[in-house]
């Protein structure tokens, strides 16, 4: 059974740090990318980062435009976790963050977290 279980969400003031955790389990990690998206309020749920952490060399990411520089995702293989370091944060990243576990081919699958909501006041 796939869990993808995530933490560290909460209030914080603009221009503060938040780390969120997401702990897998039930998949195949070094072969899965691991990614952050977020959902504000009559939006579209959009990309924020992604990892593909392989173990043997350091993990291939992806960032959006609007987070780059702000925040690193990053992975602990041995945990099967991926985290996602958030500082300098703004009003507009206010959000729920979803944790998701995705593997293409055939062996595919495309699992969600349940979300963890960030709140960042001006």
């Known amino acids: 059974q796939v869990q993808l279980v995530e933490s560290g969400g909460g209030l914080v003031q603009a221009g503060g740090s938040l780390r969120l955790s997401c702990a897998a389990s039930?998949?195949?990690?070094?072969?899965?990318?691991m990614g952050w998206y977020r959902q504000a309020p009559g939006k579209q749920r959009e990309l924020v980062a992604a990892?593909?952490?392989?173990?043997?060399?350091?993990?291939?990411?992806n960032y959006a435009d609007s987070v780059k520089g702000r925040f690193t995702i990053s992975a602990d293989n041995a945990k099967n976790t991926v985290y996602l370091q958030m500082n300098s944060l703004k009003p507009e990243d206010t959000a729920v963050y979803y944790c998701?576990?995705?593997?293409?081919?055939?062996?595919?699958?495309?699992?969600w977290g349940q979300g963890t909501q960030v709140t960042v006041s001006s």
């Open positions: 039930g998949i195949i990690f070094r072969v899965t990318t």
């Open positions: 990892i593909l952490s392989t173990g043997i060399t350091n993990g291939i990411t």
């Open positions: 998701n576990a995705n593997r293409p081919g055939v062996s595919r699958y495309d699992y």
